[in-house]
């Protein structure tokens, strides 16, 4: 597995899925997260402001599985959005630019 893979990171709990959201320029959601013995989730803002979910599978079931993300409504919405599972730390930044900027046009139309 690669070393930037968020499957590695993200699995090994909490303080690493934040420094690597962090390192994408992303903003952790303080004290919405949840920290299992086999799993772990958690909000984050995206640069412009969009809500997004971030989840592990199970690892007793799915071992090696990608981390799953999509957008949230609210930070309770836990099947909200698209899931979507990128391979590294750049396809994650490309995943997060591209759903915010689908959500951003569609909110322009529903403006409308």
Known sequence: ???????????????????????????????HYSQGFHYNSGFFYSPKGILWYWATSDDRYFPGATPLFRTAKNLKDFVGGINR???????????????????LILNLFREV
Request: charged share 30%; aromatic share 4%.
């Open 1 to 31: 597995m690669a070393k930037n893979n968020p499957t590695s990171i993200m699995q090994k709990g909490i303080r690493t899925a934040t420094a690597l959201l962090k390192r994408c320029g992303f903003t952790p959601v303080k004290g």
């Open 85 to 103: 599972y990128p391979e590294d730390e750049e396809q994650l930044k490309k995943l997060v630019e591209d759903g915010d900027r689908g959500l």
